[in-house]
């Protein structure tokens, strides 16, 4: 039980809530626990997210595909880890990627029903809540108002960045390099042209109908002006 605490307070939700107000919790709502084995795609995406899933050990896969079906982001997560809590309320509760344990993985899920009537009667974990979702969708509006990049290479960068979920680890974006260049409205040639250079820089690697970018925030890092 001591570790499972441990592991809840670290999470963004249950940060800054007291070891006495857990325990009355953790009486109070049904937890489900759940061990996957690696490669089990527990979540797939679009299925109804009508529960808080936890990730508390292991590491999972997430993928995530463009509703035309020519770009897959491939990200990864670690324990501890919230699974879409935005997904939970709003227009669309529906989960918007898979997510596979890419090796044994360990979560606890708590129903809906409990969030709504328990754990956001708690003034922390509301309010974490609420920070979490308002973070979000600051950040997504912060993107959407911001001046369009104006070189090609910038224009690549936005790209990448901006469909990202998690602003480090490794990202594979799996993708055709003719639907990359109309992403980025240019021509193929000179698309590639962009992403060899970076290649050579060290800032991704170019494979089949994939491009893998070993740390997205070296990405991030680099002046767009």
């Known amino acids: 039980m001591d570790t499972m605490f441990d592991t809840l307070l670290q999470l963004p939700l249950f940060q800054g809530i007291s070891h006495e107000d857990l325990t009355s919790i953790l009486d109070k709502v049904k937890l489900h626990f759940a061990q996957h084995k690696g ?7 679009g299925r109804p997210c009508d529960r808080l899933c936890f990730l508390m050990k292991g590491e999972l896969i997430v993928t995530t595909r463009s509703d035309e079906g020519i770009l897959t982001l491939v990200e990864r997560a670690t324990a501890p880890y ?23 993985a360990h979560t606890v899920s708590i129903d809906k029903a409990y969030v709504m009537d328990l754990l956001l009667g708690y003034d922390i974990f509301r309010l974490n809540y609420m920070n979490i979702v308002s973070n979000r969708a600051q950040a997504l509006r912060a993107q959407i108002w911001q001046e369009p990049a104006a070189g090609l290479r910038e224009r690549i960068l936005a790209f990448f960045l901006s469909r990202c979920e998690k602003s480090a680890g490794v990202k594979v974006f799996k993708i055709k390099m003719e639907d990359l260049a109309h992403y980025v409205d240019d021509t193929r040639l000179n698309t590639s042209r962009i992403l060899n250079a970076m290649q050579a820089e060290g800032l991704l690697e170019l494979r089949r109908k994939e491009i893998v970018i070993p740390e997205i925030r070296l990405l991030a890092a680099i002046p767009t002006r």
């Open 39 to 45: 490669g089990e795609t527990f979540i797939p995406a």
């Open 82 to 104: 919230v699974v879409e809590p935005h997904s939970l309320f709003g227009m669309s509760t529906r989960y918007v990627a898979s997510y596979t344990a890419s090796a044994e």
